[in-house]
């Protein structure tokens, strides 16, 4: 990540396939004020191919958020994809995911997810969190970029 997009805020791939929890991930990060600009890919295959776009031009995202649970290719299959791809690997994955299953979370973190959130079911929960991963991989993470 440069300077100049820590300051200007994240850029942000949402893969989400439910169209209202976007509209909500993009409200919590308007409400932020921190300017992150929000891209969303509504399967994994869309997203495969932006990103796949993005490596060609030098504009990958900061920060991916994904969901688990997509119908076609999965968010596992898509993690898997990025993680075995030598110019996507070092993107940061938080999962987004209605499960808190145990399964999942050990899944996620073996497919080497960065974080894993479980979405919260009230409107206050949800706005907080997104803007708390938000917060945290922008001014709080320090990674390899950042040195």
Known sequence: MTTASRSTGLRILLIEDNPGDADLVAVALDESGRRSLLHVCPDGEEALAYLSLRSENGALPDLVLLDLRMPGLSGGEVLAAMKADRELRSIPVVVLSTSSAPDDIAHAY???????????????GFLHAIQAVELFWLRIHRGVANC
């Open 110 to 124: 073996r497919a080497e997810a960065n974080a894993f959130v479980t979405k919260p079911l009230d409107l206050d």
